[in-house]
């Protein structure tokens, strides 16, 4: 995520190293790549030369202290005025109303259906009960796929497959949530064209009908600023209340996520990424400038931690390994936690300083699946007692999990190696486990 970016950034920084102090003169040559750097990460010029204006007009009224580098202190600055631009802070939506109702709009393939139930999964963890409701009465199989995530999220679907009156849907469903207890409605709209006039009457209608507290607008960040010109159009006709960014993960270059606010006035609320139903964060300006100049993001990945956190079971396993009892059974418990917390890339980005690292390093996703296999392999009695894993026994998981014996028995090896050191060092688990994994890179 913004990797080009970010290393043009840090490109434009290097340009003031070993400057004494900051000038007009100094000044101007980096703001010139930071502006070029932005310009192609698809950020609009205007809000670019503002960006830069801002960030002149304060680099040249700093007095830098002795004990801060020009390099730093212009860090400084762009990382703050990077959080001004994209909101300064994170914005809740409003979900107001018995039942408060949610509408869902954007263009086509922009992913609205899929944020629909990775928002209903995020609700329902706070208390709330959706409904969602589909109203793409033109794409097919819309309603089927909408069935499908609901049925994943365990959240209710309502759905008129003959009924191809959108306004007559919603409000029937606002009725059905008020009859069977439902406090929160999310409807899911046709993707549309701002163009297409008579699409954007009808979202438009339907938005009249139910009176939704919270309009999100969902945008394909990888549209770059076609996502921001095409959000003003659907605001001048829309007014809505806030902005999703989707696909943040894929192959973007940002212009999206920096210009969007600035255009429409209208704060960017989540960003998604993944097609996990967890895949979906709240977006925090100051965490997403973090990421951009590299500075990593520890508190969010604290906290998607928390999320996964089950105290139980971090008792039980410390427990075990107190009395050396830790055993392939547990190591795939531990496995499965760390799974939870999202893609393996991600995760490292978000560690100050390694996300560059790994820029150019192919992490494969289902990086624990190979270990997990050779484990599956194993009988019940091998996997809660490795230690009589014997050769024959080792031949025989090798040929029934397709892998070296050689790999085998590194698994094994490296096994016994760390449920040692865990039994020496006692309650650092996870951090234990962390590195076993990486120790056994080679079985990528």
């Known amino acids: 995520m913004f990797e080009n970016l970010q290393d043009k950034l840090e490109r434009a920084f290097k ?12 000044v ?26 801002e960030v002149k007009q304060k680099a040249l009224g700093q007095s830098v202290l002795t004990a801060v580098k020009p390099g730093q ?23 107001k109303g018995n039942p408060a109702v949610t509408l869902i709009a954007g263009l086509q393939g922009s992913g609205k259906t899929t944020f629909s139930g990775k928002f209903a999964a995020l609700v329902r963890k706070k208390g709330y009960s959706p409904l969602l409701v589909a109203c793409d009465i033109y ?27 959108a306004v007559q849907i919603a409000k029937n469903a606002v009725d059905y949530a008020k009859k069977n207890g439902h406090n929160l409605v999310i409807i899911d709209t046709a993707g549309r064209l701002a163009i297409d006039e008579e699409m954007m009457r009808e979202i438009a209608a339907v938005k009249k009908a139910v ?34 960014l989707t696909k943040l993960d894929g192959d973007t270059r940002g212009g999206a996520a920096l210009s969007i606010r600035a255009v429409v006035d209208k704060p960017i609320k ?60 547990d190591f795939v418990s531990q496995i499965q936690q760390i799974k939870k917390l999202g893609n393996v890339k991600d995760l490292f980005s978000m560690l100050p300083g390694l996300g560059k690292a790994l820029k150019n390093i192919d992490i494969d996703d289902d990086a624990f699946k190979k270990i997990e296999v050779m484990i599956s392999s194993m ?9 009589v894993l014997n050769g024959s026994r080792r031949k025989r998981i090798a040929a029934g999990c397709g892998r070296g014996i050689e790999e085998v028995n590194r698994l094994i090896r490296q096994f016994d190696d760390t449920r040692k050191m865990m039994k020496s060092i006692s309650g650092g688990g996870a951090k234990n486990l962390m590195n076993m994994m990486g120790g056994m890179k080679g079985m990528q």
């Open 28 to 53: 101007a040559e980096t703001l010139k790549e930071i502006r070029k750097a932005l310009l192609d990460a698809d950020v609009s010029y205007k809000v670019a030369k503002t960006f830069t204006d």
């Open 73 to 95: 202190m212009l860090t400084k600055i762009v990382h703050d005025e990077l959080v001004t631009l994209m909101g300064k802070e994170a914005e809740d939506v409003k979900l």
């Open 270 to 329: 989540f960003v998604s990424m993944g097609e996990k139903m967890d895949a979906l964060q709240v977006f925090y300006p100051d965490r997403m400038a973090d990421r951009i100049l590299g500075m990593g993001d520890i508190v969010s990945l604290v906290e998607r931690a928390q999320e996964q956190y089950d105290e139980g079971e971090t008792r039980r396993i410390q427990k075990r390994i107190a009395k050396n009892q830790f055993n392939f059974n």
């Open 211 to 244: 009176s939704p507290s919270e309009t999100l607008f969902v945008v394909d960040s990888m549209t770059g600023q076609d996502a921001v010109n095409t959000a003003k159009e659907f605001n001048e006709r829309l007014n809505f209340d806030g902005v999703v």
């Open 139 to 165: 794409r097919p199989a819309a309603i089927d796929q909408l069935k499908v995530l609901g049925q994943q999220v365990e959240v209710n679907v309502y759905a008129e497959a003959e009924n191809k009156n």
């Open 15 to 26: 340009t003031l190293k070993g400057e004494g102090r900051i000038t007009e003169i100094n």
């Open 379 to 387: 009988t019940p009695q091998e996997r809660e007692f490795p230690e």
